[in-house]
DNA sequence: GCACAGTGTGCCATGTCATGGCACAGAATA
DNA sequence: TATTCTGTGCCATGACATGGCACACTGTGC
């Protein structure tokens, strides 16, 4: 199905670019004119782009891949269960709050409450975010399997900040540390003016299926509202494993 | 591009049903099983689906759909811009806000804001309400050349409540109310328990290119409220227009 | 135990239809 | 007027999508 890799290919290309016309696109893609020209009409007639209000001949996106992907992303009712938890959550903490699903080797956002303070950290839906440097990524990493780590570690980690951790065993004691306290914390190790407080959402032992997180300026995040914050954000999660038939605890029944 | 086109339908089928298998979704797309498992493997070769964890032969979607739709919706900038505004216009009213921008004979839902209020009014992303039965579809409407109105009225208009209005006299009427106050107003006309309060954002004279409401429970939803939020909301959404370089008013100026 | 009705997957001859080079039309330069 | 960008249209070639069919597997019921 080649042809359908390239009309997506386009698809991807128009979203990220948009509005863009066939020529620099057929450029970009390394593809023939003539090619995209008919990925661009086929995407059209199947309500995917249109052309740009005013000019006919540079695209746009439709809303079809919002519809598409709204209903989509995580386990079924994954959001709708969120969705109120997240609410009370952000009434406790007063700050923006996350939830993000495992996703290969990273975590990507699929919702988002803002805080209603003036200082706020902003990211669209759909953002990936790299599992060991951010508060979602490592608290579903400690409560993955091992196997889910080393294969993490095969590579080197990237470096984003001073802060973010590179050295793999001081990783290992970190992702310890985490499931110890309950929850994951990130000092800007992906932003530097972003700090945040996680816990992950589980769908079985060592199956975490998402992660609630609370944002927060870097300006903002002491000591004690790390501790408040991170209690908040712990029961926010274990609330919602057992709202989506998880009973979490230290002991995880098997059925029957 | 037959195959793209049923690719694309093949996906749009596992958003909203997924999780599914192959059989189910030849059956409800009327396609061959073959043709159906290709489109599978073609997709999730490409990213946008993989299958169900734990079960190989039921199919999800990624994230792939959400990170294009994410940046992909409206005029460039638009939800940068708004996202603030919309912000300020939560705090005012400590309701939930909406953006939305028309997309053929319809208003697609692009971003949202929630009311901290423990009644809300929650709706995905991406989806599409009616121009004649809601107030951001008025408000875009009011702000719309006759033609487009005149082209909506050619068919019957749909009826969703007992207040929905679907005469074309009551329907104009409505809209030249709309433009005398300078905001929409819907009292449960597309769904009984939920009111709102709505004005167009404006790209140009007689072009809406997005539109901003208050969502309301109809039980708070009193007279000394909706012109306190009507006003709020028209504040909004010109200052949002002049933000995208269309300075409002009563007389547009033509270029130079 | 066996038949049966479901799954999902793999194969392959047929001929449809995507390919991509090329030519053309129009716009915006110079 | 010549030039260089746009975007669009055409068409012979042959690659590859098609979809029927067979197979593997699972769970159910007699």
Redesign the interface.
Same mark, same amino acid.
């Given at each position: 199905?080649r042809?359908?890799?390239n009309?997506?290919r386009v698809?991807?290309e128009v979203?990220?670019r948009?509005?863009i016309g066939v020529g620099e696109l057929a450029r970009l893609l390394e593809m023939p004119k003539s090619s995209v020209q @008919?990925?661009l009409?086929? /995407?059209s007639? %199947?309500g995917?782009i249109r052309p740009n209000s005013g000019e006919i001949t540079r695209w746009?996106?439709?809303?079809?891949?919002?519809?598409?992907?709204?209903?989509?992303?995580g386990?079924?009712g994954l959001r709708d269960a969120a969705?109120p938890i997240m609410?009370d959550l952000?009434?406790r903490t007063e700050e923006t709050i996350h939830l993000t699903?495992p996703?290969d080797d990273k975590v990507?956002l699929?919702e988002r409450?803002?805080t209603?303070k003036p200082v @706020?950290i902003?990211m669209? /839906?759909?953002? %990936?975010l790299p599992l060991h440097a951010s508060a979602n990524g490592k608290a579903v990493l400690a409560n993955s399997g091992s196997e889910i780590v080393s294969l993490l570690l095969v590579n080197e980690l990237p470096r984003y900040t001073d802060t973010t951790i590179t050295d793999p065993d001081q990783l290992l004691a970190e992702l310890a540390a985490i499931r110890e306290r309950g929850f994951a914390v990130n000092h800007g190790e992906w932003r530097s003016d972003v700090g945040s407080v996680a816990a992950a959402v589980m769908g079985g032992p060592e199956k975490p299926i998402a992660s609630l997180s609370a944002n927060i300026p870097m300006s903002r995040l002491t000591e004690e509202a790390e501790a408040a914050y991170g209690i908040a954000v712990s029961e926010a999660a274990s609330s919602l494993s057992a709202r989506l038939g998880y009973a979490s605890g230290p002991a995880a029944r098997t059925g029957c």
């Open positions: 199905m042809n359908v890799l009309t997506l698809l991807e979203a990220s948009q509005p @008919r990925a009409v086929t /995407l007639a %199947a995917w746009v996106m439709t809303t079809k891949a919002l519809a598409v992907g709204g209903h989509a992303s386990d079924l969705v609410e952000r009434r699903v996703e990507v699929i409450l803002e209603p @706020r902003s669209a /839906l759909g953002h %990936a």
